[in-house]
């Protein structure tokens, strides 16, 4: 099987800038995996101190967008990794992702890390099929 790395506009022109070593989709046989971003400025490409919910909001659209740029969507993914600065974030961040998941989610772990260096406190990776 061939990797294939997918390129995302406008994240991927966002990474370069920051010179960030990571490509934000790679397709391989069957299979999608989309890397965890930060909750990027839609509009800028800035990462700006935004509420949690918003956060989460704009980390699932993109999550979103790399899916749909590989061929596949939301509902054909099987597996999200969380990671999130706090526990105490838990209950928001699940209400948004219950929006974008909402009949049968995929499976998940919610992981809290200390920190990014950045004004965010979530990133949301995911394994899908096609």
Sequence with gaps: MQREAIRVEP???YL?????PVTPVIRCGGTVYVSGLPP?????GEIRAVSIERQAELV????????EAAGTSLSNVLK???YCTS?????AVNAIYARYFPI???????????G???????EIDCVATM
């Excluded at 526990?87 to 209950?91: P, Q, T, V």
């Design 11 to 13: 994240f991927s022109t």
């Design 16 to 20: 370069e800038r920051r010179q960030a």
């Design 40 to 44: 990027f400025d839609p509009d800028t």
């Design 60 to 67: 699932l659209d993109q999550l979103k967008l790399c899916l």
């Design 80 to 82: 999200c990794n969380v």
């Design 87 to 91: 526990a105490e974030k838990f209950a």
């Design 104 to 114: 049968d989610p995929p499976a998940r772990i919610f992981i809290c890390v200390p």
């Design 116 to 122: 990014w260096p950045g004004p965010f406190d979530i």
